[in-house]
């Protein structure tokens, strides 16, 4: 499988949180599908620690 990442935005609501926007197409063999993804970060003990993934199916 190959995936990558596209179109991706990134928003910081505050200096220790983030929001990560991206569309991710998937080549299985033959076939091609897409994923958007959201990631919800947040910094924690100086680490960026990722909190919450939602992944709709396109």
């Known amino acids: ?27 299985l063999g033959e076939r091609t599908l897409a994923a958007f993804v959201l990631e919800v970060w947040r910094q924690v003990n100086g680490k960026w620690v990722l909190i919450r993934e939602t992944v709709e199916h396109l």
């Open 1 to 27: 499988m190959q995936a990558r990442c596209i179109n991706r935005i990134i928003r910081m609501p505050s200096a220790t949180s983030a929001v990560v926007f991206y569309e991710k197409p998937m080549v």
